[in-house]
């Protein structure tokens, strides 16, 4: 790990530019591909994710959705979720509910929400992010207007999600509560803690790490800069990594997986310049790790079954969930 | 099965309130309980689903979510999908997304929905549906006010939702392409289109039944009165049935399970009276069955693993969904 | 008047190109402008339109905003209000409305709209359309991205919509209760109706002209196409006029004022293309004005003070209005 | 004016009581009556309104409706105005606003709105406070459910907004640029403020009176406790005043109007309990009155035409307004 100023680190845009090209995997799977790496996904890999279920233990890798989440304007106008009743109870009591050509009301409660797609825990759409103009597998950013996205839409992802996920719990490898925010991650930490978890990464996985640093904060009761703000995370520099592991999605107790500050002035967030639109990775955010984190320490399991659908919302960049993990 | 108007099954309200004592779980797992049949599930059937993934084949079970959907104001004001770019490619390219600081702008796409939580696919929670006054487990209507659910809201099932499902394809059965509406189905069709499937239902299973409505209308192209309106569906008589096979949820690919027009001219929807209220199963709704039930007529292998999390929207009375079935 | 296919009166996108010159007032009050013909109004108007309450009358020209409005879909994904209620008089009645430290609970209702801001009784800002990549005073049209209108937004009118009314009752004058969907009205017939009402037209003017097809879709209790159908309407051919009486806002009682179908096959809307960006006229759609007209043949006074404030919506490149004639 | 903790000013639910009986005007206007005190504004009102255009000079009343707006959770779940590009010219300019069966594309831009209506500058219907489970002319509080309000919704004002206006500036004629928190206005100090400013308070007025609250905040750009905590405001002692003078609504530039903290401890926002639902009167908030005030201390004149029509939300309790002055 080191600090996102580290000067032996640092890098400017020419080096986008070369891991655009390195990590490059447009075309493999077509030039109609919309997957990604989750084409690496396959029965293989959902089989073997189901023999993961040993002891019948589900958890929820996902923060409730309501007006105490991470959102505080800081980023592209986000709003935490608005939840509206449409009908309610206390009508209910009073008979407001009447059916025409019905004796007696009906008592139902009923209700609705507004929220960004990526208010929460969520996955971001290979849509979401751009490289110069271009998105996953070379298709042009301008197919994503006011109507949504022509191409590389979360709708596409309807039947992918499920596979084996492994926790790479870094903040507890390295003996801390939470990374401190700058904190970046490198490629040897994720092996290292992969290794001295006895987990093996593997194709097809759905890799979480975490950082603490929603906990740190639900811990404090006070999101700060939590979403858009500075935090730990992967460095620019694991987009290799990202890129060699074959793995199927990477997702992150943060609002950005990526270390922010970042290592670069030229560009906010560069390593999603390269893990969304070159490698075509699909990532998670804001994800709730303590109930799994703790379960894994306990019986020493870094691997499970994991199964996160997205909400396919017609041409939609990304999808609010509630990703789970069974052990 | 039997026409909605079949005297021989018609009755009034007071069938109503003897079911109602017939079938309630209140108290069953204690005064505080708010997950009612989902406790059925535990680590012995979360185990067993998982044995249940031998081709490694994963399918949604739900509709995508946009303007397309079925609402057409016919009940209680629920609208489609409005879903809004906050952010877009065009706008990208055209370099409108500067970043403080930055010497490049970044390019991105980000996008919000609005909607009701019962407007596509969706579970219902305890919390939605009264009688007269009570909702699951004898709590107060009145704990559902505007500003959501104090008891049996949808984020208490964040990590419930995965056990063993089954199909029961009712339309399929029966020899036709889809049920009429008003076409009541009778416990006696659900055992013996098990039985024809060769599949057992059992204790804390997902049960979902298909009748064909879904696929009329998207045949169709026109969903008419989906949404509210005439249906076919269980019959209200199905409510002891449904009480005594211990299911952990009933889900259909109709808007509302029960038969529209119902068996009564007393109440609407009386089935949804006993059902959530009474007997505490969560409901599933306007689930798109055609893949699976493909798949199912394939391999005559009629379970499966599920796994469909809701949004834990706190406070919720409902979530829209993507259910999975892997076989 | 005209039928829309009259060969007499079609045209090809060459005019367009030609009226957009001969039709501009770009740069006519500074490089810097946002008010358009607007700016025609100024103290001497604006005394002028209060000597005109003469008998203290004051009369709403707007239709009520909720989900019986017109919006179907048709057009660019705009939907009919959506009123949800934050707090109810049914939750203030069983106390749900505690405020903390108080020994009483409050009791109160309070509620919320979704609404896009053309979808009833409007303002069409001059960022609302553009012309060959332009808007209004020369302006490029990508000023308007994802994050609103950084020029030629509603707010900036936030003072300006006070001044002379006048009806133009076209219906009537020809004898009608409503023209027929494609009628496009003639430069002459403004006039004649004006001349007929025995008003003038001046510069400055709020000038509103009545096709009563809105009422005829009210009678028939069916929307139908009026919002993004078709409709009578000013022909393109007016456009001269309205460059020439320097009116300050062009106003009818239909979705989108000039004819549908359009006098050409080559562009929707071809007036729009001229009156908005190229002359500067702002315009007002969906207005309500049976109680006007009522109003005016009973007086034959076609002339009010008229006060149509917008909501100033930051960046907004429309309003919902609720314009008011006092006579 | 006074301290809110004064002791000589404080007061138990005892004298809510009896305000209520002594400030009534339930029944005045007949048992059907939904204007309350805008019934005082008649056809000569209106008339004289007209009058008191002068120099032709006209001015907005309205704070911008934006995410800069004051709503920071304080209360109820209000949230500052979301807006959304629908579509927009960059997409315009990129021809993705292609008409099916015309040669050339479209070039517009289009938006929409999610707002609570009580969230800016803004009416409150007669249906937003209740009293002991009534509200204005003895309605029943039930009659606003989940679905609006039955009685004394905003769109039955929609034609009412127009009069004559007059500005009491309490805070420069107190000789401070705002009052502080806490502070309440006394009757006398309404008086003493008309009187040294010339201006005479008549039946059927708009009173907007302006304590410097919404300045203050601008000037120091940061909204802190404006919508829902502390504030300056009319005493509770004022409800007397405010029904002898049979104004027709009361307006203020601060978020409630009345002194926060109140002068008893018993509920929250006494003052509304009266003001409202008991004498009936359509109260104004969040007013941005800097651009009136420095024009009335510069032509001294304190009346003015006051027009303010509401959005008709159909069952609505509240409306956005841009209210205007014009002089």
Partial sequence: MHRFDDPKYRFDFSLIEKMSDTCSNWG???????????????????????????KGKAMSVGLNFDDQ???????????????????????AVQGKQKVP?????????DDAVSMPLQCGTQWDALGHVFN??????????????????E??????????????????????????ESLEDGTAIDSEDLDACAKAQGVEIRQGD?????TGHMERCLKNKEWGGYAGGNAPGVSFHTCKWMHEKKIAAICADTWGCEVIP????????????IVIPQIGITMG???????????????????????APPLPISRGVGSPINPMAVK
């Fill in 28 to 54: 493999k799977w077509g030039p109609d591909d919309e997957f990604g790496t989750l084409n690496y996904v396959g029965p293989e890999q959902r089989k073997h994710a189901a023999t993961l279920v040993k």
């Fill in 69 to 91: 989440g991470p959102q505080r304007g800081l980023f592209g106008g986000r709003w935490n979720p608005i939840h509206t009743m449409l009908a309610t109870g206390t009508d």
């Fill in 101 to 109: 050509g019905k004796k007696y009301a009906n008592q139902y409660a």
């Fill in 132 to 149: 110069r103009g271009k998105m996953w597998n070379g298709y042009d950013a301008t197919l994503v207007g006011s109507r949504g996205a």
């Fill in 151 to 176: 191409k590389n839409s979360i709708d596409k992802m309807k039947d992918k999600m499920f596979g084996r996920g492994i926790l790479l719990d870094i903040a507890r490898w390295a003996g801390v």
């Fill in 206 to 210: 759905f890799v979480l790490y975490r």
């Fill in 262 to 273: 970042n290592e670069t002035d030229d560009v906010f967030q560069p390593w999603h310049w």
């Fill in 285 to 307: 955010e804001i994800f709730y790790m303590k109930d799994l984190a703790d379960d894994c320490v306990e019986d020493k399991v870094y691997e499970f079954l994991f199964c």
